[in-house]
């Protein structure tokens, strides 16, 4: 069989499957908005490409009528909600908290996470904890059936339907069939070199279901591993909103045009990437990295010509543990600085601080000295952008293996023959407290600044102490709960779809 009729049976496997999920999404009222009608229209476009491809032609008659039914019961659908005219009311500002599919945390068996441990303990823990914190509704699994901003999942549902077939011309034909105007693929190419990413789905597509290989140093890959990551990114894009809270696989650390410290895409630069590409009005970005290990995959891609937007990244780490970059690696790679004595690099409208824990003890009293310099760097530009009436998106890839009581070798071993100190951590990384208090006075400056800063992304990069790990997700969450209360949604609505 051709690469075009088996790219066509999945097409249309995946449209019949959407059309099924829309199906699901046009009978939970209170869920209907503007991205459902413009899934309602986009799956109506698809059935009827289907239709009018050559292929259709040589289908049995049975799976002709098939088709034929579901683009007659598409549009009956569509005709319908737009009819039913739902009443539009305002809702509290909202937070998503995302977490990977079971299925999804079941193909990271194995992917490295900090040392022994694996993702896949790591992720289940973290998951079962956030769920004891949530209402059922209130978490968003992968790909779930109802979004709050509408993407077209389609051409990205058939290249991992070609993935799973273990087919590499197949899966590079899939590859190579998304839309070059596919917002989804102009974002990962603004990050990501076409030819990385060509790879990575390569090496999938050839790996057996379970098997898992190295492809760089501290680097896994998986059969399902592109799946796993395209699929979280799309669920992310997907339910954008004020507040967005990520658990999964870790991205700060990759590069261009290579996978680093267990990162294989770098999603947080995927995201901002997407948010310049379909912003409505020009926006500047904060990013407060508290991960124990530099930002280093994310500071280069955001300091390259690709990227151009402009942004503020306050990268608090320990220069002594993984990726080992002190002052000198930083002015190798960025120049000098723009202060004789100061650790801020500048880049036309980009601009880098280092904050490093090697150099910034913590206070007697009050937020450690790292954390309070972010807190009042955010609040200078939150201030300064209020005046002048911008828009601030803030970005926060978090590590909890920045805590005191972190044990993972990646956030611990300073060189290869001394491990930091139990009296050093104490002195050096951030203790409960110090944690709290962050997170606190973000969630205030929510508050103080509404019009300002139109989102918050924090998405968990490091952390593989588990008891630490279980002791912040509960407090991060609690506060959260405390300023995005749960409210039932109801609709003021007596029409009912016809069955």
Request: charged share 25%; glycine share 4%; with cysteine.
């Amino acid at each position: 069989m051709k690469l075009e009729e088996l790219l066509y049976q999945f097409k249309t496997h995946a449209v019949l499957a959407e059309k099924q999920r829309l199906s699901q999404w046009a009978y939970q009222f209170s869920h209907h908005n503007a991205a459902f009608l413009q899934g309602l229209k986009a799956c109506g476009q698809h059935l009827k490409e289907i239709k009018s491809s050559p292929f259709f032609n040589h289908l049995e008659n049975e799976s002709k009528y098939a088709i034929l039914r579901q683009i007659k019961s598409m549009e009956q659908l569509t005709e319908q909600v737009i009819e039913l005219d739902l009443v539009k009311k305002k809702w509290p500002t909202a937070i998503t908290y995302q977490a990977p599919a079971y299925d999804e945390i079941l193909a990271m068996r194995g992917m490295y996470a900090g040392g022994k441990q694996d993702q896949l303990a790591r992720l289940l823990k973290l998951v079962k904890t956030l769920k004891t914190q949530l209402k059922p509704q209130q978490l968003t699994e992968t790909l779930s059936p109802v979004s709050h901003h509408w993407i077209d999942r389609l051409p990205w549902l058939v290249l991992c339907q070609a993935i799973r077939s273990r087919e590499i011309t197949l899966a590079k034909a899939a590859f190579d069939a998304i839309p070059e105007d596919n917002p989804v693929l102009k974002a990962l190419l603004k990050v990501h070199d076409k030819a990385y990413l060509v790879s990575l789905v390569k090496t999938c597509a050839a790996l057996a279901p379970g098997k898992v290989k190295e492809i760089d140093i501290d680097i896994l890959c998986g059969h399902l591993t592109f799946e796993v990551l395209i699929h979280e990114l799309l669920t992310t894009l997907e339910q954008r909103q004020q507040f967005n809270f990520c658990l999964g696989l870790p991205t700060h650390h990759a590069y261009r045009d290579r996978g680093a410290g267990f990162c294989l895409l770098n999603k947080l630069a995927v995201v901002m990437a997407y948010e310049e590409l379909t912003a409505d009005a020009p926006f500047h970005t904060v990013i407060i990295g508290t991960d124990i290990n530099r930002d280093d995959g994310l500071n280069s891609v955001l300091m390259a010509e690709t990227t151009t937007q402009s942004f503020t990244h306050i990268d608090i780490y320990d220069s002594r543990v993984y990726p080992w970059q002190d002052d000198g690696v930083l002015q190798e790679r960025m120049g000098a600085p723009i202060e004789e004595h100061g650790r801020v690099w500048q880049k036309g409208n980009k601009c880098y601080h280092s904050v490093d824990l090697a150099l910034c003890s913590r206070q007697r009293r009050g937020c450690h000295a790292a954390l309070h310099y972010a807190l009042e760097a955010l609040e200078t530009l939150l201030v300064n952008a209020a005046k002048k009436k911008e828009n601030v998106m803030l970005f926060l890839p978090t590590g909890w293996d920045s805590h005191e009581m972190e044990e993972a070798p990646c956030g611990k071993e300073i060189g290869k023959d001394h491990t930091l100190s139990s009296k050093e951590s104490h002195s050096r990384r951030f203790s409960d407290e110090d944690i709290f208090h962050f997170t606190q006075k973000i969630v205030e400056m929510i508050k103080t600044y509404p019009d300002t800063l139109c989102r918050v992304y924090w998405q968990l990069e490091g952390g593989y102490t588990e008891y630490v790990n279980v002791r912040q997700l509960k407090n991060t969450v609690g506060i959260l709960n405390e300023f995005y209360p749960w409210v039932e949604e109801t609709m003021e609505n007596s029409k009912a779809l016809a069955t």
